[in-house]
């Protein structure tokens, strides 16, 4: 039997697997509900957006996919497998788990240890997960360099002889050593110049491009969120007043607190303009 050539309509895009998946996700802080009832997917290479204002409960999100916090209720499923909610995990576990999930927060001076060179940074990420030769361990940490817009004399530099922009590209070179699928953004942007932060998210679009990686992005900034993503959720007192494509959301705002949010945009006359994202 001959097989038949399938006809061009009826090949189809792959369906893309869900690397995150969120059901019913819930924090409370003593009588405080800080998270009450977030479900929400992330397939591989998408880029969502997490947006609300100060308090909505996006940071407890965040940690709750990073295993920092444990949820009251809900299910968390990581790249197929879910996660339990025990509290102690042994370090072999939490090494695999880091290489699904990464994160990278507002403030990288915080974040990174001020005495450590820039490439002992990368490399002590590098040789946590992956037995490299010392040699190989080292060019693969310039060449990680290389991906976020640093060079190589940035290697032997410590944080305070970088700037803001820099650092941030650091954490960010240190989040891909580990080349996790999903890469958490938490407020990543909101602590640089506006120049700077159209740098940065060239920069994670232009990743975005190469690697198969998936983005949450934690912003309170509607604007900023529309370079970066497909789809967005919107936050208010914990819980999710409102989701969709980004593009929507900022076009047609339908929760008076969304409305609120895309007030703060800038305008009038300001026009939604993106860089084309990939598919
Ligand atoms: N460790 C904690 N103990 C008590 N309350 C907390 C704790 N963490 C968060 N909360 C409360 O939970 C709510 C949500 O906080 P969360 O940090 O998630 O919001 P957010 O949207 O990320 O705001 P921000 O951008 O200011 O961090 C807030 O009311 C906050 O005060």
């Given at each position: 039997?001959?097989?038949?050539?399938?006809?061009?309509?009826?090949?189809?895009?792959?369906?893309?697997?869900?690397v995150l998946?969120?059901?019913?996700?819930?924090?409370?802080?003593?009588?405080?509900?800080?998270?009450?009832?977030?479900?929400?997917?992330?397939?591989a290479g998408?880029?969502?957006?997490?947006?609300?204002?100060?308090?909505?409960?996006?940071?407890?999100?965040?940690?709750?996919?990073?295993?920092?916090?444990?949820?009251?209720?809900?299910?968390?499923?990581v790249c197929?497998?879910?996660?339990?909610?025990?509290?102690?995990?042994?370090?072999?576990?939490?090494?695999?788990?880091?290489r699904e999930i990464?994160?990278?927060?507002?403030?990288?001076?915080?974040?990174?240890?001020?005495?450590?060179?820039?490439?002992?940074?990368?490399?002590?990420?590098?040789?946590?997960?992956?037995?490299?030769?010392?040699?190989?361990?080292?060019?693969?940490?310039?060449?990680?360099?290389?991906?976020?817009?640093?060079?190589?004399?940035?290697?032997?530099?410590?944080?305070?002889?970088?700037?803001?922009?820099?650092?941030?590209?650091?954490?960010?070179?240190?989040?891909?050593?580990?080349e996790p699928r999903v890469l958490?953004?938490?407020?990543?942007?909101?602590?640089?110049?506006?120049?700077?932060?159209?740098?940065?998210?060239?920069?994670?679009?232009?990743?975005?491009?190469?690697?198969d990686i998936a983005?949450?992005?934690?912003?309170?900034?509607?604007?900023?969120?529309?370079?970066?993503?497909?789809?967005?959720?919107?936050?208010?007192?914990?819980?999710?007043?409102?989701?969709?494509?980004?593009?929507?959301?900022?076009?047609?705002?339908?929760?008076?607190?969304?409305?609120?949010?895309?007030?703060?945009?800038?305008?009038?006359?300001?026009?939604?303009?993106?860089?084309?994202?990939?598919?």
């Open positions: 039997m001959v097989n038949q050539p399938l006809e061009k309509e009826h090949v189809t895009e792959p369906v893309k697997e869900n998946e969120a059901v019913g996700l819930r924090k409370t802080y003593g009588e405080a509900v800080a998270v009450d009832d977030v479900s929400f997917t992330l397939a998408e880029s969502l957006a997490v947006v609300g204002e100060s308090g909505s409960g996006k940071t407890t999100v965040a940690r709750m996919l990073l295993g920092l916090e444990k949820p009251d209720a809900g299910t968390l499923t197929g497998r879910e996660r339990p909610a025990a509290r102690r995990v042994a370090s072999r576990e939490r090494r695999r788990r880091a990464q994160i990278v927060f507002q403030d990288p001076y915080a974040s990174l240890d001020r005495l450590q060179k820039v490439g002992d940074v990368i490399e002590t990420a590098l040789a946590l997960h992956f037995p490299l030769p010392a040699e190989e361990r080292r060019s693969r940490a310039a060449e990680l360099l290389e991906s976020v817009g640093l060079a190589e004399r940035h290697l032997t530099m410590r944080p305070a002889q970088l700037s803001g922009g820099q650092r941030q590209r650091v954490a960010i070179a240190r989040a891909l050593a580990v958490v953004l938490d407020e990543a942007v909101a602590a640089l110049d506006v120049s700077i932060q159209a740098q940065i998210l060239n920069l994670l679009a232009d990743i975005r491009e190469q690697r983005y949450v992005f934690i912003s309170h900034d509607l604007a900023v969120v529309h370079q970066i993503s497909d789809r967005a959720l919107v936050m208010c007192g914990g819980k999710v007043v409102e989701e969709g494509p980004t593009d929507r959301i900022l076009a047609a705002p339908q929760e008076p607190y969304t409305r609120q949010l895309r007030a703060a945009v800038p305008g009038p006359g300001w026009t939604p303009s993106r860089r084309p994202q990939p598919a």
